[in-house]
């Protein structure tokens, strides 16, 4: 598990696309780079976390096929207009687990405790892995809540708006008999997550063959019925309507038996060229 690294900052709109043009032009991030970047040192630090976070840059410099995409000159999306980008982006940020507090929260803690405090999340990580540090922890909760809490806290140190607000997946709920504030996961927008985008993310599973069962896509800590916090019949209507629109899928519900099967799987990348219309 891997926590920390951002120095405390969460992602901010833009950031994502300057690390981008930084690192296309041959450049790597180092302590002068705030100059060209426009940026404090330490937010360097964090550009560069947060690029590997969403799996767009690996330890090797070299940039994701899909993000080069998405994000050079002339690309898809390069400034995050479309919000079937930011789908993506938290399908990778809890897939590709640079950053392990996302994993942990949209894959399992949820489903453990739908209704949470901080505390509650602190406890939970120490209970799987006792070395892990509170004040650590905690701070990573608090970015947590800047990417994707769309609401005012005092607690909530600047302004910026977090790269994932839009997405709407946390909620305040009220506080606890203790005054504590509670949290909760949740998906309220879950038809409007393009079919596109979930299947780019089937075909980028390794672990999925040409036969995928409905259970593994509602429950497998990868699975896009957790990363994406589906129901499970609207996950259903999602799978079929991904089946009706693509004639080398199929999705079949014979004697109890449902399972998304591929006649021939077609170029992840493919797919997403049809979705933004490129």
């Not at 995409?69 to 980008?85: A, Q, R, S, V």
């Not at 780019?200 to 429950?219: A, E, M, V």
């Not at 996950?235 to 999705?251: D, G, P, R, V």
């Amino acid at each position: 598990m891997t926590f920390s690294g951002h120095d405390t900052f969460h992602c901010r709109l833009f950031w994502l696309k300057k690390g981008f043009d930084y690192v296309s032009t041959g450049h790597k991030f180092k302590d002068d780079s705030g100059v060209d970047l426009g940026v404090g040192r330490n937010m360097v630090n964090s550009i560069r976390f947060w690029m590997k976070a969403f799996g767009i840059l690996n330890d090797e410099y070299q940039i994701s096929s899909v993000f080069h995409k998405i994000l050079n000159k002339d690309g898809w999306d390069p400034y995050f207009e479309n919000e079937g980008t930011l789908w993506l982006l938290h399908y990778e940020l809890c897939a590709t687990n640079y950053s392990t507090i996302y994993q942990i929260l949209f894959r399992e803690f949820r489903k453990v405790k739908p209704e949470f405090t901080r505390e509650n999340f602190v406890k939970y990580v120490q209970s799987i892995d006792n070395t892990q540090n509170t004040k650590i922890l905690e701070k990573d909760f608090s970015v947590f809540l800047r990417m994707y809490g769309n609401f005012k806290d005092k607690n909530i140190e600047d302004g910026y708006t977090g790269l994932l607000t839009e997405l709407n997946l946390v909620k305040k709920i009220g506080k606890t008999q203790n005054d504590i504030q509670l949290y909760r996961i949740e998906n309220n927008y879950q038809q409007e997550v393009p079919q596109e985008i979930l299947l780019y993310c089937l075909l980028t599973n390794t672990n999925y063959g040409d036969s995928i069962s409905f259970k593994s896509l509602y429950q497998d800590d990868a699975g896009i019925g957790n990363i994406f916090c589906f129901d499970q019949d609207i996950l259903e209507n999602k799978l079929q309507e991904i089946a009706a629109n693509n004639s080398f899928i199929t999705y079949s519900s014979e004697a109890g038996v449902k399972e998304l099967q591929f006649k021939k799987k077609p170029n992840p990348i493919t797919v997403l060229q049809n979705y933004y219309n490129a």
